[in-house]
């Protein structure tokens, strides 16, 4: 497994779906392969891309934990200024 700091550390989808259920996000393989697939406006809810070389969906895992992370303090950020 890769570590968080130095060079990126690619995963794929069910590694993707282990690092979210580490941080207390459990969802099926359906439903990551749901978030990795384009939309009709061929967009993905999470910046998945096609490996060139496997042809398999990839995702950075830094950018993947920071992603909710960011969401996280966005929450936080509302909840503080709803006063």
């Known amino acids: 497994?890769?570590?968080?700091?130095?060079?990126?550390?690619?995963?794929?989808?069910?590694?993707?779906?282990?690092?979210?259920?580490?941080?207390?996000?459990?969802?099926?393989?359906r439903?990551?392969?749901r978030a990795a697939d384009r939309d009709a406006h061929g967009h993905r809810k999470l910046p998945f891309?096609?490996?060139p070389v496997e042809g398999t969906l990839k995702i950075e895992k830094g950018t993947l934990v920071a992603i909710y992370q960011q969401l996280q303090n966005d929450a936080v950020r509302d909840f503080n200024n709803s006063d």
């Open 1 to 29: 497994m890769c570590g968080m700091k130095l060079p990126p550390c690619y995963i794929g989808l069910e590694q993707a779906r282990q690092v979210l259920a580490e941080i207390g996000v459990e969802l099926t393989p």
């Open 31 to 33: 439903q990551m392969k």
């Open 49 to 51: 891309f096609v490996d």
